[in-house]
């Protein structure tokens, strides 16, 4: 399968630098993570194009449940860099959740507006730091996954900046992280953000837009990145956030989610 979009090219990239396994089967790919299978966009399919109609988005379900057997969500990349939402409508017709995220890029970034000069920026290096950083997934954006997941997820995203494809930054408050993201490698002259979160209590600081500027001047001056790339959801404020430090609207991310029952 030849992936088009960026945002869907980055995504498989970390995956697959993850320990996660990709497999081409022509017209899709399965991704699998075997060290943590709760990982929603970790177990999933990717889609060459949408599906044309609701019985081509019931035979990609019934797809998926043959190849991720045990699987209890049901979630689905579809490579469109120019697609919007309506083309996953046949999915949200099945009682799915259609996402169309907007790509951003950045090849220069410059300061916040208004940057937080109260907060220490610097790397996750530590036990305490990673212990810190799955409280506040847990206390932020990823409050649908429990505290198994978290923990999992956080020491996949340690052995990945301690293999050097990157590193996970975070925003101390007196000593406590209050928001933090990652940023590694994705293919030749790219470098992806991956899960920008600040804690509920201290949103609306600056912390975010001061932490994007600080990992972007790493990734370009240290990665060598020639184009960094982040996905925002539309409709989120923190989309103001990224484009004040300069990143711009770029294409479009297309996917398809059904949560496990309760």
């Known amino acids: 399968m030849d992936v088009r979009s960026l945002g869907l090219r980055t995504e498989l990239a970390l995956r697959a630098m993850a320990g996660s396994l990709v497999e081409d089967r022509g017209d899709h790919l399965v991704v699998r993570t075997p060290d943590n299978p709760t990982f929603w966009w970790g177990t999933c399919l990717a889609l060459e194009r949408p599906p044309a109609d609701v019985a ?133 002259g790219l470098a992806r953000f991956q899960n920008v979160k600040t804690h509920p209590d201290h949103r609306g600081q600056g912390l975010a837009g001061t932490l994007t500027h600080v990992v972007a001047r790493f990734g370009l001056d240290e990665l060598a990145a020639e184009t960094l790339v982040m996905v925002a959801d539309p409709a989120y404020l923190a989309i103001r956030v990224y484009r004040s430090v300069g990143f711009t609207d770029t294409e479009v991310l297309l996917a398809a989610e059904r949560r496990p029952p309760g």
């Not at 890029?105 to 290096?125: G, S």
């Open 56 to 188: 081509s988005a019931r035979r990609w379900l019934s797809t998926f449940e043959q190849e991720l057997p045990g699987t209890t969500h049901r979630t689905f990349w579809v490579d469109g860099p120019d697609g919007t939402a309506a083309d996953l409508e046949p999915f949200v017709a099945l009682g799915f959740t259609a996402e169309a995220s907007v790509v951003m890029t950045a090849r220069m970034v410059h300061p916040p507006p208004r940057p937080n000069r109260f907060a220490t920026c610097r790397p996750l290096t530590t036990d305490e730091d990673w212990d810190q950083q799955v409280q506040l997934t847990m206390a932020g954006e990823e409050v649908g996954h429990d505290l198994d997941y978290c923990t999992r997820k956080a020491a996949s995203d340690r052995r990945m900046t301690e293999a050097g494809h990157g590193r996970w930054y975070g925003a101390f408050v007196a000593g406590h992280l209050m928001c933090s993201m990652g940023l590694f490698t994705a293919g030749p």
